[in-house]
């Protein structure tokens, strides 16, 4: 396989219910990045982790946990969630997380994403 | 703080026609880029142009070119012979300052007509 995959893609559970997301980068990236989707807003930046250390934790609510056991998978742990949540969760690699400076070119690369729904 | 714009939340465009969206940005950095992105209803969001702020020339991938205007800190897309493919939305965005994320704009919906 190639490029960012993640799985499942499409999620629907309940408020009391447990689920994991899951992604995997084959394109040797050492960042990593969960996004959130949600319908009429912009994207926004949940989690970057870098080299496996979490680097970046952009005010997210603890019902989100994320998990970065190494630089090519990604997981996004979720309980207790709450009808609000329901979105497009965007994963998304690139080679450092420092890479996107003016000038570098360099991008991050997304995954098909997983629209979860919350009921 | 870096700020990113786009203002036609949709457009429709005749197949075959040149299409340009538009993006102004907000930045107090000296050295900044800007990107834009293409997200299918499928739902990945695909990288399509890049442009550095030190770039002399118009950046073009393909049927993509990048109209970027310092002065007036604009960054719009243009898409020529616009196929029914196109139709997605469309987003720019810019490297936030710290440099670990990329802040996006709202989105333009683009709708082709055959």
């Known amino acids: 396989e190639t490029g960012v995959t993640q799985t499942p893609r499409h999620l629907v559970m309940g408020m009391t219910n447990k689920k994991s997301l899951k992604c995997e980068q084959h394109l040797g990236h050492n960042a990593m990045y969960w996004y959130k989707q949600s319908a009429k807003k912009p994207l926004e930046l949940m989690f970057v982790?870098?080299?496996?250390?979490?680097?970046e934790n952009n005010s997210v609510p603890s019902r989100f946990s994320p998990e970065c056991p190494n630089s090519s998978h990604l997981f996004l742990h979720l309980h207790t969630l709450q009808p609000e949540d329901s979105a497009l969760y965007l994963c998304a690699s690139s080679q450092g997380h420092f890479v996107v400076l003016a000038g570098s070119g360099e991008t991050q690369y997304f995954g098909p994403g997983t629209r979860l729904l919350v009921l | 703080a870096q700020k990113i714009t786009q203002t036609q939340p949709g457009m429709f465009v005749q197949e075959k026609e040149a299409v340009t969206l538009d993006c102004t940005y907000d930045?107090?950095?000296?050295?900044?880029?800007l990107f834009w992105y293409k997200q299918p209803s499928s739902g990945e969001m695909i990288f399509l142009i890049y442009?550095?702020?030190?770039?002399?020339q118009n950046a073009t991938e393909g049927r993509y070119s990048l109209n970027f205007q310092k002065a007036r800190k604009s960054a719009n897309l243009v898409i020529s012979a616009s196929q029914l493919g196109d139709s997605a939305m469309y987003f720019c965005a810019i490297p936030h300052s710290s440099a670990s994320k990329i802040i996006f704009g709202s989105g333009t919906r683009l709708s082709i007509r055959p």
């Open positions: 930045t107090s950095d000296q050295s900044y880029g």
């Open positions: 982790y870098n080299f496996k250390e979490q680097t």
């Open positions: 442009q550095g702020s030190y770039d002399e």
